[in-house]
């Protein structure tokens, strides 16, 4: 396995453009996360060229541009701000430290090859959480785009719409209105050229640079020249629970947001990434980040799109981009002091505008009530609560359904068969003959298939209504595998008929199944003449011992 996974130089040229156009795109957007996210809009700089870099040299999409994203401002944001409230003059590291622990979280995901897991999240679980992210992105730019302070979270943006709404800036008003139509309505033909975020962005500095007069619009201030310091990661046990908390919600985040656009990139590159490998390049580019003050950041979809329509193939391209934003901050950094808050704020209500799922929003009234409601809820509790919690909720909430979906199938597999066989076409004509002269004194169990524990724990209400027998056959031909679970369930089965007095039979194990029979000690509990390779031997034997008073 190479170090850096699809990198070759047949493609300088598309690279070199895809990177190019790719820094240009991720340079308002940088400059706004960082504003954003209270760290600052050197902090959302320097988490483009960490991440952007590590990400693309040690991750598993070769094509994938990484940087600061909008689901993960949103988290550090909240981070932030938790711990510069905890501790104003600590607070900055402890967050810090958060991204590199973050980071260290999503390496050992990787390392653990648990990335083909994060894909499996429910679509209406991924829905609910991706839109409330875009709102929550919306409701947070609300402030500045009036022109007063962001709120510190959704819920209290949500109640300070009033007071919005009657200390209105009319010049922070204009200008992220001009900045929102920009990036909103900017011609096709003009994109192509140049990219609507960037257009709006300087558009909107000019205005206010040529019209601001007296006003007094909060804008980005001071921006740091040259290379970041390293920071080393500070701890305390007292918020020790909160920091790793914190982490798992934003590798957690970072995970699904990186692994979506892979699975983007993949589309349109009809190539296959790595899973695993992607979770470990941007765990590495998160924990780089957080020891030099960046922001976190995940596979970003615009930036990676934009890359490939470039001709952006390898993992040079999202490294040119890295490498152009270090000579933005060397050299123009000062040019960026000037932007408004209003107008960072109108670039990113459309990115939140972008996020939200509308797609299916338009879609969730023909949706299955269940599924409604679980995109529902999961939004709900992205907005109100937090992140991880609204992901876990819906994945649980999702599994349980499913299993019990999936029980009921396979109960409705098992047949239950008795003397009234008939003309059973999955029995062979003497084994309906031997069944019919039990007279319905035995009973055969038939199992289709893998047979899970919710499933195996209804078994035994298959029999009610039917009458008493002495001999229970459990037929286990078709089975391929069972796990403990489902074993003990048949084995509560097997003491449960033993305690009625009942004979039981088994049939058909094969070494996967007999194995884990054994080793729990559940084989044990029959003797070992009622196990059988066939039926028919099976219900001879049954019909044998059932009979043996009226035989002798």
């Known amino acids: 396995m190479s170090l850096i996974h699809g990198l070759h130089f047949h493609n300088l040229k598309g690279d070199l453009l895809g990177g190019l156009t790719a820094a240009v795109v991720a340079l308002p957007l940088a400059l706004a996360f960082g504003v954003s996210s209270g760290a600052g809009a050197i902090a959302g700089l320097y988490g483009a060229i960490f991440v952007g870099l590590f990400a693309a040299l040690f991750g598993g999409t070769p094509s994938q541009v990484s940087g600061p994203t909008g689901p993960m401002t949103v988290v550090m944001a909240s981070v932030f701000t938790q711990f510069v409230a905890l501790d104003p003059q600590s607070g900055p590291l402890y967050a810090f430290t958060v991204v590199i622990l973050g980071g260290l979280l999503q390496m050992s995901f990787g390392l653990l090859k648990l990335g083909k897991y994060v894909t499996l999240v429910p679509f209406p679980v991924i829905s609910g959480f991706m839109t409330g992210i875009g709102i929550i992105i919306i409701l947070l730019q609300l402030g500045p785009m009036f022109g007063v302070p962001a709120s510190a979270s959704a819920g209290e943006s949500l109640q300070q719409i009033p007071n919005y709404l009657t200390h209105a800036d009319p010049a922070a008003l204009l200008l992220g209105g001009v900045t929102l139509a920009?990036?909103?309505?900017?011609?096709?033909?003009?994109?192509?050229?140049?990219?609507?975020?960037?257009?709006a962005l300087v558009l909107g500095t000019v205005i206010y640079q040529l019209f601001h007069g007296d006003t007094d619009l909060a804008i980005i201030g001071h921006i740091p020249t040259g290379l970041p310091e390293l920071l080393l990661p500070r701890f305390s046990?007292?918020?020790?629970?909160?920091?790793l908390f914190a982490a798992l919600m934003l590798a957690v985040l970072g995970s699904i947001d990186s692994l979506l656009t892979s699975l983007v990139a993949d589309n349109m590159t009809k190539t296959q990434h790595d899973s695993d490998r992607e979770l470990i390049g941007q765990g590495i580019g998160n924990m780089v980040a957080g020891l030099f003050g960046g922001l976190p950041g995940a596979g970003a979809t615009m930036r990676t799109v934009v890359n490939i329509k470039a001709g952006g193939k390898t993992p040079l391209a999202g490294s040119v981009h890295a490498i152009v934003l270090v000579f933005v901050i060397l050299g123009a950094a000062p040019l960026a002091e000037n932007i408004p808050h209003a107008v960072l704020a109108g670039i990113l209500i459309k990115v939140g505008l972008d996020i939200i799922d509308w797609r299916f929003l338009m879609r969730l009234h023909r949706a299955p009530l269940f599924v409604a409601c679980l995109m529902l809820l999961v939004l709900v509790l992205t907005v109100m609560v937090d992140l991880v919690t609204a992901v876990f909720a819906g994945v649980f909430i999702a599994n349980v359904v499913t299993v019990k979906r999936l029980a009921d199938n396979q109960l409705d597999s098992i047949r239950v068969i008795d003397s009234h066989a008939g003309n059973d076409e999955g029995l062979t004509?003497?084994?309906?003959?031997?069944?019919?002269?039990?007279?319905?004194?035995?009973i055969l169990y038939q199992f289709d298939g893998p047979v899970s524990y919710a499933a195996a724990k209804g078994l035994s209400g298959k029999l009610q209504g039917r009458r008493p027998h002495d001999a229970l056959l459990l037929d286990f031909s078709r089975v391929p595998l069972i796990d403990v679970s489902t074993a003990l369930a048949i084995e509560d089965m097997i003491i449960e008929a033993q305690e009625l007095g009942r004979d039981v039979?088994?049939?058909?194990l094969n070494p996967i199944v007999k194995d884990i029979l054994s080793r729990l000690k559940i084989l044990g509990l029959i003797p070992v003449s009622f196990c059988h390779e066939s039926r028919s031997k099976a219900l001879e034997t049954a019909y044998a011992l059932v009979f043996r008073d009226e035989l002798n």
Request: one cysteine or more; hydrophobic letters at 50%.
């Open 182 to 199: 920009v990036v909103i309505f900017c011609p096709k033909k003009l994109a192509v050229v140049v990219p609507p975020t960037l257009l």
């Open 237 to 243: 046990l007292d918020i020790l629970s909160d920091m």
């Open 429 to 442: 004509k003497r084994e309906r003959r031997l069944l019919a002269e039990t007279q319905g004194r035995v």
């Open 505 to 508: 039979h088994m049939i058909g």
